[in-house]
């Protein structure tokens, strides 16, 4: 499908889509999405179709405002609002008991619900166009790396979805904290950008980090071990294991994706480098990846960062997303 440029005409129009039932990707402050009207049952079916994705595995639905988290949510907790207050229009997506009129396509089934409200002015634009909740979760084939570009969406996509709205690169570059506050005791389903340091201090609470996000296993998507992978074989690399890695393998075509100086480039493939910056890392990493990915290289190399909390959030995806090397 073509991309077209964000602009208030084409926003109006993706809006129009949306209301009869089509799929539009759209850019966040995080990744891009794949939204769909998240009342209508078969828009989000479509979705589901679209990304290969279970269809038990539950949407975020995207909000212009905390204002409408209550047409969509009940029992909200006063800590949603201290949230909101404090970080809205923000990369955090919160997990609450679902209002008894929202559709359980959107949910997964489940009886709680995740919301938030993008840090974006195409989302909000969008958001505002169309006037109610849309469904999106990231704009790639399931268990892929989520685009961070139009482009990436179109690669994943294709024809599978009616409109590609670009608006530039993503500037967070990762999926947004998704924060369980449904059971009374706040707990962090997905790291992001906003850390767990930063929602206690504003909570003043503590927040539980759950056992299978510790060690990355299943319950939300998000969760799931293989995830966020490149189809290249790909493994973590402490730095000074990386030119001994290349010396022992000197027939393989290798790719490096570096954080902080470059190292030299092996005989064969290529080397990517990246700040050794948390912000400006995450910005650019599924893109980096992906330009790894299309050479089919025999394997990539990714440099282990630094395992501090600002870096837990890259940590995460960088540990699913080598995974599947890790196993066999
Ligand atoms: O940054 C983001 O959140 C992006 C942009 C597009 O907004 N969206 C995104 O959506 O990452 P998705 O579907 O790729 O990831 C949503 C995650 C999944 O892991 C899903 O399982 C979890 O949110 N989730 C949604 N509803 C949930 C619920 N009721 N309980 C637990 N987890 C839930
Ligand atoms: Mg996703």
Same mark, same amino acid.
């Given at each position: 499908?073509?991309? *077209?440029?964000?602009?208030?005409?084409?926003?109006?129009?993706?809006?129009?889509?949306?209301?009869?039932? %089509?799929?539009? !990707?759209?850019?966040?402050? $995080?990744?891009?999405?794949?939204?769909?009207?998240?009342?209508?049952?078969?828009?989000?079916?479509?979705?589901? $179709?679209?990304?290969?994705?279970?269809?038990?595995? @539950?949407?975020?639905?995207?909000?212009?405002?905390?204002?409408?988290?209550?047409?969509? !949510?009940?029992?909200?907790?006063? =800590?949603?609002?201290?949230?909101?207050?404090?970080?809205?229009?923000?990369?955090?997506?919160?997990?609450?008991?679902?209002? @008894?009129? #929202?559709?359980?396509? #959107? $949910?997964?089934?489940?009886?709680?619900?995740?919301?938030?409200?993008?840090?974006?002015?195409?989302?909000?634009?969008?958001?505002?166009?169309? %006037?109610?909740?849309?469904?999106?979760?990231?704009?790639?084939?399931?268990?892929?790396?989520?685009?961070?570009?139009?482009?990436?969406?179109?690669?994943?996509?294709?024809?599978?979805?009616?409109?590609?709205?670009?608006?530039?690169?993503?500037?967070?570059?990762?999926?947004?904290?998704?924060?369980?506050?449904?059971?009374? +005791?706040?707990?962090?389903?997905?790291?992001?950008?906003?850390?767990? =340091?930063?929602?206690?201090?504003?909570?003043?609470?503590? #927040?539980?980090?759950?056992?299978?996000?510790?060690?990355?296993?299943?319950?939300? !998507?998000?969760?799931?071990?293989?995830?966020?992978?490149?189809?290249?074989?790909?493994?973590?690399?402490?730095?000074?294991?990386?030119?001994?890695?290349?010396?022992?393998?000197?027939?393989?075509?290798?790719?490096? +994706?570096?954080?902080?100086?470059?190292?030299?480039?092996?005989?064969?493939?290529?080397?990517? =480098?990246? @700040?050794?910056? @948390? *912000?400006?890392?995450?910005?650019?990493?599924?893109?980096?990846?992906?330009?790894?990915?299309?050479?089919?290289?025999?394997?990539?190399?990714?440099?282990?960062?630094?395992?501090?909390?600002?870096?837990?959030?890259?940590?995460?995806?960088?540990?699913?997303? $080598?995974?599947?090397?890790?196993?066999?």
């Amino acid at each position: 499908m073509s991309i *077209v440029n964000a602009t208030p005409d084409t926003i109006k129009n993706a809006a129009a889509c949306l209301k009869t039932g %089509g799929l539009v !990707a759209f850019p966040t402050e $995080t990744v891009y999405g794949l939204g769909a009207d998240a009342h209508n049952s078969e828009a989000l079916k479509r979705i589901f $179709t679209a990304k290969n994705r279970p269809q038990d595995h @539950p949407l975020i639905v995207h909000l212009a405002s905390f204002a409408q988290f209550e047409q969509w !949510a009940q029992d909200i907790p006063s =800590s949603a609002a201290v949230l909101a207050q404090h970080f809205f229009p923000a990369p955090l997506a919160l997990i609450l008991k679902k209002h @008894p009129r #929202v559709n359980t396509t #959107v $949910t997964g089934g489940q009886e709680t619900i995740a919301l938030r409200v993008p840090n974006h002015p195409v989302a909000l634009g969008l958001l505002e166009a169309f %006037g109610g909740g849309i469904a999106a979760p990231s704009a790639n084939r399931f268990c892929r790396i989520s685009p961070t570009q139009a482009l990436h969406v179109q690669q994943e996509l294709g024809e599978r979805v009616d409109m590609i709205l670009d608006g530039g690169a993503c500037h967070i570059g990762v999926e947004s904290t998704i924060l369980d506050l449904s059971t009374g +005791l706040p707990m962090l389903l997905r790291y992001g950008h906003i850390t767990q =340091s930063e929602l206690e201090s504003v909570l003043g609470l503590n #927040v539980l980090i759950p056992d299978a996000l510790r060690k990355s296993t299943v319950k939300t !998507a998000g969760m799931m071990r293989i995830h966020y992978a490149p189809t290249t074989p790909a493994m973590l690399c402490e730095h000074d294991a990386i030119p001994h890695f290349m010396q022992a393998n000197p027939q393989m075509r290798i790719g490096v +994706l570096c954080c902080g100086e470059a190292l030299d480039s092996p005989q064969h493939g290529s080397v990517i =480098s990246l @700040p050794a910056n @948390p *912000v400006i890392y995450a910005q650019h990493l599924y893109a980096k990846l992906r330009e790894l990915d299309a050479l089919k290289l025999d394997v990539i190399l990714v440099q282990t960062p630094p395992q501090t909390e600002d870096w837990r959030a890259i940590n995460d995806r960088l540990a699913k997303a $080598t995974h599947n090397f890790r196993e066999h």
